[in-house]
């Protein structure tokens, strides 16, 4: 880290770097040359993927361990949109945690009324309303529904974005939903095609908690 | 502005320059040389402060005029903490358009549980409820008090502080607040030193909006 | 106005005269000689109809200033679903100023358990919403949904008639709503025959208006 | 009941004459020769005073066979402000049927934000709370506190009035309401002086429900 | 009653044996020698079915003699989905009342996110979600439908038992229940069966009372 | 275990075998012979105390261990008032997994009509209302207030019962609960002497707990 430019940690809790590159990629256009570095890393202890609720209980601890050792870092972000150990690593550190369903979610409210969120997997979305409660925002679901792919289907390209259409339609049409959060870090490749076919915002979660975390770390 | 840089026109709706002069103050670390430009602007038909309802909508049409003759602006921020014309001035751009009353409590929901807010005047804390409801986040509010202070006493900095201080203390102690928002653009000078002086994360709104607006501008 | 007989002003905040006289036969049956009198005046500045936020930023200062000049009324009544200005007006008299969305949502509170609502046009149903949310009575809304009628549609009577049928009989029977409100002052000619044809109660906003605000008038 | 005039019966449920005769003299002014009727009638079967739930249970069948017996009626005032029998009375006829609760409350939240209740008991706090839930309104409750005065006392007209003043205040200033309920049928003779000491409305739930019973009447 | 050995008092406000006895053979496995006695009574005054209002009203006051008369009961369950006189019954003794809709409800929130409730008619429906709201945990409800099965029907099991799949299935799958509740006390037989053909707990209401009650009068 | 009989675990996480020795005191009443067999078990791998959010994350994967590799209990409690790991024991196993906290407030809806929560520290409370969000029952909380006493003070049994005492009567008298909940297992012993003391039920969540298992145990 260059001395004096203070950097934000996005923290990947799986341990498939292909989904950090992912994110790197996604975050792009938040890095500035005047701005804070943004440094996306895998956790290794990580399970590959994070699906379960024991995948996100396997990954709380090494997430406290490596926010309280670091001392460089001006603010974390973790990747996982079930915020795994977002609670624990606050309670660790001085500097501000985000976790992206939260901020995927709070910056949504700014964009559209009633949020549409698009899970991977039905399993998924009880665990996410359960986290839409206890934040308080519920009222504000339109609803929640998933693309059911295996990782082998969202790796084509065309049947994910096809698939994403076909729930995101759902969610606007069905749903009243007029923003759409994409309720998975390994679906940013597509939120711009998405937002154009859908004609409404679709929000990518890193994106907005990164936001947030340069907020926090440039007002200090 | 230079030609392919974006820009986010912050606009305030009053027409106290020193006002927007002390916003352009708070916003100075988020002005990146590689990022969006920011442009804090006076709303010449706004009353000298907005205090009343009548004020409120005195500004509604002017603002939506701004907004919808600005071509060159990647992204809107409305700089009053009673978000005065935020829904007419969404309807008249398809760029985003945010109000600091709205990022600044959705700000605040990611770095406490329960969110006090600072107003200016009690008169203010009945419109604000009725915002937090209509937000559907009325269940994370702890309280909302007012430091109730004139222009002239608001002007002496240190009593202004003092004031701050008590509520902000009220607020954490009787409410249970666990971070506070500063109901008012204008008390964005004092967020540091309250911060310290309260020991939990004190949000001023101007700032969380910019930054909301920063990364929509960025990822388009 | 006869000397010591209260009036309520009935504000039709569109310059559709057409309108206006739908709302004074609606009232016709709520006229009582030795009640208030009932007057329904057009505003001339507004819009010749609300049907966008812009609309409904256009009239609330007309509104507020018709309201602040008139000394002689003892009740206003706005009469727009969408309760343009509604703040700002009671906010310059002392005298109540009541609603159509308000009264209408709140009578048929005591007419049914699950309220349903017939909108003009899909894209007032987010703004709706918005408006219950902020009433803090959202949880007993099962659903709105909009005819989608264009002006010239809605003057042939029997086809209007036919859509209010068939959405009213989606609110009750897939929504679950055992009352109706029409969410336009233009609905209310269809009041009665609706109300036959879906065997549940059907308010007219614009009559729940009045009679509250006869009420109002009558106990001082 | 003179042929074609239609009859609203308002019905206390207690056997208190005295308290019907209070009701009678606060409903005068809705009393209009063009109107329906209004008539008044002890419950003959019910307690002296409805205090407890055993009051309330023991009223609603006489309440129900009233309501059913009764085919002359264009719509019923149950007069009590726990509401008793409310939804049976609903279930034996097709005429509408007012509780003053429910009208109390729901005509508070046209006059005020945050509505404050003024209670004869502490014990009939919890079970009104219960009814706000039940409505959905709760998040518009800024508080209930009870006057706790014995009969006796609340017979002596001064002291009955500085107490209600005194539990007004703590609403207004403690609670934060801006809009009180009275929540007994017979603290009507009060509220006018009431409203002019502390300044906000003060509304009288039988007024509000024999209003909303002349609107339901005279729209038919 | 055996000295010294607490009993609990089920009450079937109907005055259906059949459905009493149901009761008591559902209860059979909450039957421990070292617990408490296990009563299963029917109310003599009920109606042999309870399904209106008017049916509910009638044995409110039955249930509270029932109850304030009984000095030797350790704790009471009133075992009707409508909860008949579960506060007045509570008034009238220091002793714990479980009413059946409560207690399964509140006992579904422990095996699951969002309950299903499958109701015996259409018109209860509404009469349940009141309660809900009452309770405060509608936001936990997925749905509730009705098997709107007449009593004949009902007596075919298999008929009644295909009814309850369905109803369930739909529950399930369209509304996202994850768990279920019966909404009928003379449901208990299918409990097990359905369980197993839906894949998610299913709750019998008078067992979930019954264990509530025994918990209660084992800890004094 | 003896053949055929089931068994409940009921796991304290912290490794104070003297609390798990309090729980299995208070758990007496609740051993029947005939019923299932009740198990106390310390989680040897748990903090002495479990204080923090890193004392409870530090505690999930055990107790999911546990959970997973016991093939003969028939229902599990996780006895710590923070619920910790419940959502990934509930994964690991198809027998039903109870937390205190959830089952102690639902018992508690059951018996009074606002809850009132005392805890150990103040920095639990925060948790504690997270928790109450996520279950979607917040609108019954009336308060939540710590003893905030040392272990070493809550060893000096009247110390700590004048301070339950203290606590409990401002839940009371100052929040208008009606019914209390111990926020902590370890506060069991005095759950009776408070419930004198109080005059309103005081529900201990571990036999709350324990009382749905048993329940869900027997009916299978």
């Known amino acids: 880290m260059a001395a004096g430019r203070p950097s934000i940690l996005v923290i990947n809790p ?12 996604a975050l792009q256009p938040l890095l500035l040359s ?73 910056t949504a409210l700014t964009r559209g009324d009633r949020v549409g969120v698009i899970a991977i997997k039905d399993a ?31 790796a084509q390209g065309e049947g994910t974005f096809a698939r994403l259409c076909a729930v995101g339609r759902d969610l606007k049409d069905l749903d009243g939903a007029d923003v759409i959060v994409l309720g998975c870090a390994g679906m940013a490749a597509h939120r711009i095609a998405l937002e154009r076919a859908l004609g409404i915002p679709v929000i990518d979660p890193v994106q907005a908690a990164v936001t947030m975390a340069i907020g926090a770390v440039l007002v200090g």
């Open 14 to 25: 799986n341990s498939n770097q292909a989904v950090t590159d992912g994110m790197a990629k």
């Open 34 to 106: 005047s701005g804070p570095e943004i440094i996306c890393r895998t956790l290794e202890e990580g399970p590959f993927g994070i699906e379960s609720q024991c995948d996100i209980e396997s990954v709380t601890l090494p997430l406290r361990d490596l926010v309280r050792d670091d001392n460089l870092t001006a603010a974390f972000v973790i990747a996982c949109y079930s915020d795994p150990g977002l609670q624990v690593c606050r309670e660790v550190t001085d500097k501000p945690v985000f976790g992206i369903q939260e901020c995927g979610v709070l």
């Open 124 to 154: 998924s979305i009880r665990r996410h309303m359960r986290a839409l409660r206890q934040m308080g925002v519920i009222d504000r679901l339109a609803g929640e529904r998933a693309v059911n792919l295996t990782v082998a289907e969202s």
